[in-house]
């Protein structure tokens, strides 16, 4: 099943904050972020396995609530190099899983100057 | 550039013919994913092969059929070809082949047209 991405669009300016959302209603062994040009092949962002971590990278960050099945990108003083559209990918807990990665429906960010 | 090329870039073929896409994975993986993105049903994953063997399997049509060779290149042949399967097929390699566990480095995709 499909995780749920919200937004479905976010409009920014440079500098200016955002949140992406991502939910799934399937216990979940990871949660993978992904950036894709128009056009482009889908760039990793980063992974998150289940245990509630957070990471970072530059000013782009994610967390990965567990309980929820929830996962939160957080990009911060956005740039015009962040527009694009936005994926995560969930790997379901259980055997059966193994090797799937499930994508969103994507969230597409738009930075202006 | 993420080390995963994929060939042709554009294909344009009519229905109900075949096609052949291939993918060579970066140097040093061992695993091979095969994905389709459509605008109707965004970015689905269709099979994974791990050195040589399928391991996982998605929603992949049964006109759909893919391997991996000995020197780890895969490839993708789509059959008896419909409108429907016009798409962006992605194919993308990792190391182990752990799937999510992993990061997975996405080839820049075959764009398939079927008129």
């Known amino acids: 099943q499909q995780p749920v991405q919200s937004p479905q669009a976010v409009i920014l300016r440079e500098g200016e904050d955002a949140v992406i959302n991502c939910s799934s209603s399937k216990a979940l062994y990871s949660v993978h972020w992904y950036r894709q040009k128009h056009g482009e092949a889908p760039v990793f962002l980063m992974i998150l396995l289940k245990g509630g971590e957070q990471k970072g990278h530059d000013k782009i960050s994610a967390s990965f609530n567990e309980k929820k099945q929830q996962s939160s990108l957080y990009l911060t003083a956005s740039q015009l190099s962040y527009s694009g559209t936005y994926f995560c990918g969930t790997e379901k807990a259980g055997g059966t899983s193994y090797g799937k990665l499930t994508f969103g429906q994507g969230t597409i960010l738009t930075v202006h100057p | ?115």
Not at chain 2, 45 to 62: D, H, V
Not at chain 2, 65 to 83: G, I, Y
């Open chain 2, 1 to 115: 550039d993420s080390g995963v090329t994929q060939t042709p870039k554009h294909l344009i073929t009519a229905t109900g013919q075949r096609v052949t896409l291939r993918c060579s994975p970066r140097s040093g993986d061992l695993s091979v994913y095969w994905y389709q993105q459509s605008l109707d049903q965004g970015l689905q994953f269709l099979i994974q092969y791990y050195n040589g063997e399928e391991r996982a399997k998605g929603n992949i049509l049964e006109r759909f059929s893919a391997q991996q060779f000995p020197d780890l290149h895969s490839e993708l042949n789509l059959s008896s070809l419909e409108l429907g399967d016009s798409a962006l097929y992605f194919c993308a390699s990792s190391v182990l082949g752990r799937g999510g566990q992993e990061t997975q480095y996405f080839g820049p995709g075959t764009r398939l047209l079927v008129l």
